[in-house]
């Protein structure tokens, strides 16, 4: 069974950059498509961006576009989204997930998550 595991969240100013991971076990991360979610408190959980299990083609939020890059090295087994220019309503818990199939950033059309990785974006 396909288990995911974040990392690379912490506390960082505005406009900096992190590179969040997502490290796969149990199963091939290359078969399947990978999307970065967040949920800040209070709030829906958000599609951030999306990969296919290819690396071919990728999807972003509007709110991310431009500032965020996600990318895959499927001989590693993990995918990553580099976070540059970040501001403070990028702040929020940060998910990988997993389906079978098309790239997409609704949540409700993936099956595995991981646990989530903290960003703080201070002002």
């Known amino acids: 069974q396909l288990q995911l595991v974040e990392s690379g969240g912490g506390l960082v100013q505005f406009g900096g950059s992190l590179r969040l991971s997502c490290a796969a076990s149990g199963s091939t991360l290359g078969n399947y498509a990978i999307a970065w979610f967040r949920q800040a408190p209070g709030k829906e959980r958000e599609g951030v961006s999306c990969?296919?299990?290819?690396?071919?083609?990728?999807n972003y939020a509007d709110s991310v576009e431009g500032r965020f890059t996600i990318s895959r090295d499927n001989a590693k087994n993990t995918v990553y989204l580099q976070m540059n220019s970040l501001k403070p309503e990028d702040t929020a818990v940060y998910y990988c997930?997993?389906?079978?199939?098309?790239?997409?950033?609704?949540?409700?059309?993936?099956?595995?998550w991981g646990q989530g990785t903290q960003v703080t974006v201070s002002s």
């Open positions: 990969i296919k299990s290819s690396g071919t083609t990728t």
């Open positions: 997930a997993a389906r079978w199939g098309f790239c997409s950033l609704y949540y409700g059309y993936y099956d595995a």
